[in-house]
């Protein structure tokens, strides 16, 4: 399946290595600042920052319970570059020399038992305003 490499702004289907260090080079931190290289919508590599600053590497492997954040907030622009092109060329190293750690971002998931009740008060609602204006009978 072919890489697509992504920012706020644009989509490259099937980049190369130049269009790779060229959009990460250009993020800065500001309009441009995240750059995202993936096999599918949950398998990816992400880098979020500028070269001024520093960067954190995001990872997601299949599912949000495979998802890493670089420890180190401030990579440089070579290091970032340099995974980005492992991971693109498939090599099994990309990850090495980097500290990563579990992302403790985790998505709130409503069930729809838990809300029934809101159900119930429209119900109620709506079932009162049709007997106000057409009468019980």
Known sequence: MPFILSTLDHAYDAPDGDTISKVLAGLDGKRNLVATLARDEAMYLQASGSAATGFTLVYQGGSLEHRFRSAETTLPLARVTQAFHQYFRGEPGWRDGL????????????????????????????????VWWRGWW
Do not use: P
């Open 99 to 130: 500290r990563w750690e579990e992302d403790r971002e985790r998505l709130e998931v409503t069930t729809w038992y838990e809300s029934w009740w809101i159900y119930l008060v429209a119900l109620l609602v709506i079932t009162g305003f049709f």
